[in-house]
Nanobody, 131 residues
Framework: VQLQASGGGSVQPGDSLTLSCLVS????????LGWFRQGSGKEREFVAQ???????????KYGDSVKDRFTISSDNAKKMVYLEMNNLKPEDTAIYYC??????????????????????WGQGTQVTVSS
C-alpha cells in the first residue's frame, strides 16, 4: 500500500484547508485510514481515522483537539481519503501524514488507533497556520 498526501499550505487563523491522500496498492474498504500530525519538537499526534464495515457504514474517530473542526472522509472509487480542516488555529501547524492499517475489524470501529497501529505511511504535507 502506498499513500501520497497533498493539499498542505500556509493559511491564516480561521481559514479552511482540505488535505487529500491517494491510496494505491490496496482496497480502501479493507483498510483503516487515518491522519496524524507532528508539530516541530512534538510527538506524532492522532488526528482522525475512518473505517467502514462490510455494509459500507463509516465509523470515524477524532482527536480531542480537532473534534468539531475537522472532518475525515473517503471515496473508495477514487481511492482517496480527505481531511477537511475548518477554523484552523496556529496550534494546528504541523506536518500531516495519512496512514493505513490493514486491521479494519470491528475493534477499530469505536477506538482510535495509535501511530504504532498503522502499517503504511505517506510522506507528509506541511500545514502552517499563521497571521
Amino acid at each position: 500500500v502506498q499513500l501520497q498526501a497533498s493539499g498542505g499550505g500556509s493559511v491564516q487563523p480561521g481559514d479552511s484547508l482540505t488535505l487529500s491522500c491517494l491510496v494505491s496498492g490496496g482496497t480502501l474498504s479493507r483498510l483503516t485510514l487515518g491522519w496524524f500530525r507532528q508539530g516541530s519538537g512534538k510527538e506524532r499526534e492522532f488526528v482522525a481515522q475512518i473505517v467502514r464495515n462490510a455494509g459500507g457504514t463509516a465509523f470515524v474517530k477524532y482527536g480531542d483537539s480537532v473534534k468539531d473542526r475537522f472532518t475525515i472522509s473517503s471515496d473508495n472509487a477514487k481511492k482517496m481519503v480527505y481531511l477537511e480542516m475548518n477554523n484552523l488555529k496556529p496550534e494546528d501547524t504541523a506536518i500531516y501524514y495519512c496512514a493505513a492499517d490493514v486491521d479494519h475489524s470491528g475493534s477499530r470501529y469505536y477506538s482510535s488507533g495509535t501511530a504504532a497501529d498503522f502499517d503504511y505511511w505517506g510522506q507528509g504535507t506541511q500545514v502552517t497556520v499563521s497571521s
